[in-house]
């Protein structure tokens, strides 16, 4: 193996993840952080709203038998050191989030009040009062990103956002787009932080692709000096 092409390769391979952070999202395809494996894969996208050039990013989430949205944010946030994600309670039980921020390059993205937004999947209530009742289906998924979005329905006999509240199905896109909650209505409540049609994926640190081409580094020059032992 020639060190010098596996240097160059792997400079190519950092410059193309470091320009990637301008990637626009419109396929499954264009996502390059992805969390978990498995069989199933599903999209998660975090729309700040805060004004700066890019606010909305996309990750990717893989599984196998079932998961929640809740799953995914916290899964995606263990895996992604960049993204921070405050909450009470369990995936399973009682899942509320305080706050999520997340730091792309120089810029800080942050905020407590959220809209959860799905398309395809499973959410809300069978049973529109009472217990008893079981995730209905929601319309959507697949590989591209959403034209519109579903504010997330619940119900009172499910968590909202917990195991039974929102099952995720291959193909399924969840969204969290920051805004504020109007009441229209006596118990009627409308949610200003549609996610926007621009979303941008978000891509693992620069360190670790650096420690990545460290490594394949570090195998060529093993792989060189013992050429070089067995030649002489």
Known sequence: MNVKYVASGML??????????????????????????????????????????VESFAWGYRWDGAASGANMLLDIAAADSNLDVVYEGTAASGFLISSISYTAGSVAHSSTTWGYYIDGGFAGDSIPFGPGGDPIQISG????????????????????????????????????????????????????????????????????????????????????????????
Do not use: C, Q
């Open 141 to 232: 998924g697949g590989p591209s990103l959403p034209a519109s979005w579903l504010i997330s329905p619940s119900g009172p006999s499910l968590e909202s956002f917990g195991d039974s509240g929102r099952i995720l199905e291959d193909g399924a896109w969840d969204a969290w787009g920051h805004g504020s909650w109007v009441e229209t209505s006596p118990d009627d409540w409308e949610h200003s932080g549609t996610p926007t049609s621009t979303v941008y994926a978000a891509v693992p640190e620069p360190s670790s692709v650096i420690l990545l081409m460290g490594g394949f580094g570090g195998l060529a020059w093993f792989r060189r000096r013992r050429k070089y032992f067995f030649n002489s």
């Open 12 to 53: 190519f391979l950092l410059g193309s993840t470091l320009s990637s952070v301008a990637g626009i999202v419109t396929e499954t395809s264009d996502i390059i952080f992805w969390a978990g494996s498995g069989a199933n894969s599903a999209a998660l996208v975090l729309d700040f709203h805060d004004g700066e050039t």
